[in-house]
């Protein structure tokens, strides 16, 4: 099979870790362009270097796909490792492998360290747990590649204890624009889901809790999707079996042709073949339908099982991203979840790295009244957020102006109060030549000096220490000889707070238009 320009790109760059010495390194391709073919053409690469290859993952119908898909492109039969079936004695180069089974030390002490070169870990976010990290141990001079949808950002840095690099990453905007998967439109509905009630367990929302919580909202949903989705090939997430069910009666009752699989389905197989054949338009799961099932013709994704991991939101919604004929766009429907927990991943998150973009394209999509581009409403959302940025930084600005007019400059301070001991001052011990603190510059400020022109530590404590002790003294502060100064006095800097005070007031009383009557500011003494 041809190999796309990405994924042969992503297949050298796996190559040239492995040959650089990086032992373990991740694939990051979005759901929906093939990182199957691209495992393949790698572990056809490795058997054909004379390696014996296993491919692991945690379901067996991820095993099932990548054996065929293995066989379609490259010919190659592979063996089995899981329940009772072991590849031990087998002629086949290849093994897909139920890491369940694996991780079992009855079932991995028979394999010698040696015996695999290279290990295929599909779905690599799930790599984390002890169950993934027995099976590499065991096979410590293999070859690992992990390949993963665009994962959660936790989960990269998790990764990152399993894996020494991210060989390639090909992005969701990426595959769009290139041709390779349809464009998404984003709506968010007007009904408020409120989840504040549920908690949290293994890092997400308790799924228990998630079904009681959109019971009261399912027919007002199904009535919305009725507005929206009713000529187009639906799937629905939900959390609960009962709520899957359940919704997908209230979706009959309002027109559709629903149907609904779960892990317990005995017809799963001919339901999802009735869905793909178009018997049905709608199908609800209870997240059986997250990783492994492919419907391109799939146009249309309702996510009503909300979550924080974005890695488990990408797989969702990647359902409906592959191309299909007569397909233009994948209609991603959203609503306005109310929650105090602000990782709740919604349609931004595909594409929005930055975290305040992603909240002002939230935002956006919420006011709009049809459905958005995500990738133009990402665009217009980093607009707006630069746009809201240069606005707080003018005002920084320009409040840091105010305030360097409100303060003294140290050396006009200096000279004012005729202090040569701080003009002529020069560091002398190490402390004193360091920059000043941050807690010496807040204080300088707060009593009237520009902290900028203050250099160094030293230079800092002793005007520190002089404005204390002209305090104490009961002498001029420095806002008060700014002003004065403004106003044409000099020497304010010799004169007494009250004194300075005094003729302060007489200033205000005057409407501040200058020195009261019959004073000269150049040759007044108090």
Not at 6 to 32: D, F, K, M
Not at 180 to 190: D, E, G, N, S, Y
Not at 313 to 322: A, D, F, L, N
Not at 385 to 400: H, I, N, W
């Amino acid at each position: 099979m041809e190999l796309r320009p990405y994924q042969e790109a992503a297949r050298q760059a796996i190559h040239t870790q492995w040959n650089s010495g990086v032992q373990r390194t991740l694939l990051v391709l979005p759901t929906g362009t093939g990182k199957t073919i691209v495992f393949a053409a790698v572990v056809e690469d490795a058997v054909r270097a004379g390696r014996r290859v296993l491919i692991l993952a945690h379901r067996g119908e991820l095993l099932d796909q990548a054996a065929d898909k293995i066989r379609r492109s490259t010919g190659l039969a592979s063996a089995v490792e899981k329940a009772e079936s072991s590849c031990l004695g087998s002629w086949y180069r290849v093994v897909v492998g139920s890491v369940q089974s694996l991780q079992r030390p009855q079932r991995l002490e028979p394999f010698p360290h040696d015996y695999f070169g290279t290990i295929v870990i599909d779905e690599a976010h799930h790599a984390i747990t002890d169950g993934y990290r027995r099976v590499l141990d065991w096979f410590p001079e293999a070859d690992v590649l992990g390949v993963t949808a665009t994962p959660d950002r936790g989960d990269m840095r998790n990764l990152g204890e399993v894996f020494g690099s991210l060989a390639y990453e090909y992005k969701l905007t990426e595959a769009i624009r290139d041709g390779f998967l349809c464009r998404i439109l984003a709506q968010t509905l007007p009904l408020k889901l409120d989840i504040s009630t549920v908690g949290m367990s293994g890092g997400d929302y308790a799924v228990g809790e998630l079904g009681g919580a959109l019971d009261p909202y399912l027919d007002q949903i199904a009535a919305e999707m009725k507005k929206h989705c009713r000529d187009r090939k639906t799937v629905v997430f939900l959390p609960l079996i009962k709520t899957s069910q359940k919704f997908r009666d209230i979706l009959n009752a309002h027109g559709f042709n629903a149907a609904e699989v779960n892990g317990q389905s005995a017809d799963r197989a001919e339901v999802l073949a009735d869905f793909e054949a178009g018997k049905y338009n709608v199908l609800c799961n209870s997240m059986l339908l997250t990783e492994g099932w492919d419907c391109p013709s799939v146009d249309c994704v309702v996510v009503l099982r909300p979550t924080k991991v974005r890695s488990l939101y990408s797989q969702m919604v990647g359902r409906g991203t592959r191309l299909f004929p007569g397909k233009k766009d994948l209609l991603l429907l959203d609503f306005l979840w109310l929650t105090d927990r602000h990782e709740l991943c919604r349609p931004a998150d595909l594409i929005c790295e930055d975290r305040a973009v992603a909240q002002q394209m939230t935002d956006n999509l919420a006011a709009a009244a049809c459905p958005e581009d995500i990738e133009d409403a990402a665009k217009q959302a980093g607009e707006d957020v630069v746009a809201q940025r240069e606005e707080a930084l003018a005002k920084q600005l320009a409040e840091q102006r105010r305030k360097r007019a409100r303060l003294v400059d140290p050396l006009q301070y200096e000279m004012s109060i005729q202090a040569e001991d701080l003009t002529g001052y020069v560091p002398a011990f190490g402390w004193e030549s360091s920059p000043p603190t941050a807690e010496q510059l807040t204080a300088l400020e707060k009593l009237g000096i520009q902290p900028d022109g203050v250099d160094s530590a030293g230079k800092a404590g002793l005007l520190l220490d002089r404005l204390a002790k002209r305090r104490d003294e009961g002498l001029t502060t420095p806002k008060q000889i700014r002003l004065l100064e403004r106003y044409g006095f000099t020497h304010v800097g010799t004169w007494s707070f009250d004194a300075a005070k005094n003729m302060i007031d007489r200033i205000a009383v005057a409407g501040w238009r200058g020195a009261p009557r019959g004073i000269d500011p150049k040759t007044y003494t108090p």
